[in-house]
């Protein structure tokens, strides 16, 4: 009897606690994000400096941090670099889901924040896979951050209904005055680029059946120990991803996998061997492949030495984002200007959309307006992704990306290495038999002068 009733004082506490958080993620701000003309932007590897879109000057000088053999892509166009930011997927806390097996949630507002960006970081590298680069959501400039105060309102009007649910075991009932969704033209291009963006953000629904969806994760987060309502780390938020994508049975989704680094390091052989692999024996096409790199940028706090470093790799059209933050706050880092990152907060409850409707509404998962941090505000421990379409592809990004890493790290040890072989030639209690073939002339180089004090521990 007296375990009954704890079992009942728990599940009241978790409906309580899950009606605050709805409460508290709802309220929206009116909040500007200001950039200057004087320096340019950089967004997953694509630069824009607004600065040429008043003056007649030429195109402005590249930033330090790019090679001279990497040009990227320079635009004058304020609206061109709104429409860019705005078609990546953003994917937030959301409310009034189906039930997380195994507990009483349905939502995930106040602990979900690292798994909805780890859903953004490899939304992205869907959206390089089946949609390119260059690919921009036609209605983006329709999505309207104006109407905030409509938000807030709604939150007001619709808290106490959602505690009194909460408290009586029974769902909110829906409002009566729900948000409007802002006007969508018919942006339908004949069922091709529509159609696959629409399909990437129904594999992140918030159904049981959705493969990289919230409930989808969790079930995999099991295996580490994690559970609904605990708070996920950037380096086990990269293993889930792993799970999540190498147990993927969707037809369109046999042609992509993940590797996570294991100790700061990408072996190459291992990647390759991943991208080679195929269920189909007549299948001969490479793989492509999300490189996942949990990374800690300093101790307690961030090392302001590593700034070029993230600048460097965000520069990359490889880059598919950062996943990191601020103690137990996780975002989705896509871009910078001059010592401040761009970044998508999924620090916002929205409500449940059925994507099993035809013609849902999108405009929910895309974000109206970017935001700003500071480097130095940053949570050292976070994830570092990249995008490989084929070995090839991956071969070039290991040559650029190292490069990036001499050129940020200087005389301390990078903050990771991509190395020759397979993780199992290493044995740290013997010597290996191929040494020799695993580090190039530099790698060894560094290897000799680091000292334990330049290790980055995760």
Known sequence: MEATGRDEVDKLKTKFMSAWNNMKYSWVLKTKTYFSRNSPVLLLGKCYHFKSEEE????????QWVGENEPVVVSGNVEEFRRDFISRIWLTYREEFPQIEGSALTTDCGWGCTLRTGQMLLAQGLILHFLGRAWTWPDALDV???????????????????????????????????????PRRGSDDGGGEESCHRKIVS????????????????????????????????????????????????????????????????????????????????????????????????????????LEFVKGILSLEYCVGIIGGKPKQSYYFAGFQDDSLIYMDPHYCQS??????????????HCPSPKKMSFRK?????????????????????EEITKVLKASSREKYPLFTFVKGHARDYDFTCTPTNEDDLFSEDEKKRLKRFSTEEFVLL
């Open 378 to 398: 940053m949570d050292p421990s976070c994830t570092v992704g990249f995008y490989c379409r084929n070995i090839q592809d991956f071969e070039r990004a290991s």
């Open 203 to 306: 594999w992140f629904a918030d159904s049981p059946l959705a493969c990289f969806g919230l409930h989808q994760l969790i079930e995999h987060g099991k295996k580490s120990g994690k559970t609904a309502g605990d708070w996920y780390g950037p380096a086990v938020v990269a293993h889930i991803l792993r799970k999540a994508v190498e147990e993927a049975r969707h037809p369109d989704l046999q042609g992509i996998t993940i590797y996570v680094a294991q100790d700061c390091t990408v072996y190459k052989a291992d990647v390759i061997d991943k991208q080679c692999s195929s269920m189909d024996p007549e299948n001969t096409e490479d793989k492509a492949v999300i490189i996942l790199v949990p990374v800690r940028l300093g101790g307690e706090r961030t090392n302001m030495d590593y």
């Open 56 to 63: 007649n000057d030429p195109a402005p000088v590249q930033p």
């Open 144 to 182: 309207d951050n104006s109407d905030s105060e409509s938000w807030t309102s709604h939150t007001v009007k619709k808290l106490t209904a959602s505690l009194e649910a909460s408290l009586t075991g029974e769902r909110a009932a829906q409002d009566p005055s729900p948000i409007k969704e802002p």
């Open 352 to 365: 449940f959309v059925d994507v099993s409707i035809k013609d849902f509404p999108l405009e929910s998962f």
